[in-house]
């Protein structure tokens, strides 16, 4: 995801939604080594409404020329290798394989998603941020998933997923308009 605290452009025609800033208590103690549940305020911030996909990518590892190694200022932006990921070289340019333009783009390292956001303009949300508008900010209708108690709803997972990642924005949004916030089979792998 891409954030923004304030207005810098189209951020490369990457679609954002306004968060308006509030409190909650983040952490979840249900979880196993999760924080306490602690108050947490944040200003206004804007996210990007859905994941990043091959084609943004795509898009952002050719206008920083970046070869077949995907190297870029000496560290490795994504892993550009095995059956789940949807890019490739191909006469000296990156693209999306056939058909998965639209689809989230993975095996995308901390620094390569980092270096994205400088790119487009804006930078990593913040955990506090992310999870924030996740749970639909001020909106929130305090659903277990992100924008709903059924998972198969707002998320991909192994049995609707066909065991490989979805396209984005195809299931429902969460109360702000964001997608795919519960995740889709196999981010960050």
């Not at 206008?63 to 789940?84: L, Q």
């Not at 956001?117 to 941020?129: H, I, M, Q, S, V």
């Not at 900010?137 to 049995?159: D, M, P, Q, R, T």
């Amino acid at each position: 995801r891409l954030s923004s605290v304030k207005n810098s452009g189209n951020l490369r025609n990457i679609e954002k939604v306004a968060v308006k800033g509030g409190e909650f208590y983040m952490g979840d103690e249900s979880v196993s080594g999760d924080q306490p549940l602690h108050k947490v305020r944040l200003s206004d911030f804007k996210i990007s409404k859905t994941e990043v996909t091959n084609h943004q990518f795509a898009q952002f590892l050719n206008a920083c020329n970046i070869d077949y190694r995907a190297m870029y200022n000496s560290k490795n932006m994504v892993v550009a290798i095995g059956k789940y990921s949807k890019l490739e070289y191909v006469d000296g340019k990156w693209q999306s394989k056939e058909g998965f333009q639209n689809h989230p783009v993975v095996n995308v390292t901390w620094w390569g998603a980092s270096e994205f956001c400088k790119w487009a303009g804006g930078r990593l949300p913040t955990e506090a941020e992310w999870e924030y508008a996740a749970r639909g900010g001020v909106h929130s209708k305090n659903f277990k998933y992100a924008g709903s108690n059924n998972i198969l709803e707002v998320g991909y997972i192994g049995v609707n997923s066909i065991n490989k990642p979805q396209e984005v924005a195809k299931l429902a949004a969460n109360e702000l308009g964001l997608y795919d916030m519960s995740g889709d089979y196999r981010d960050w792998e």
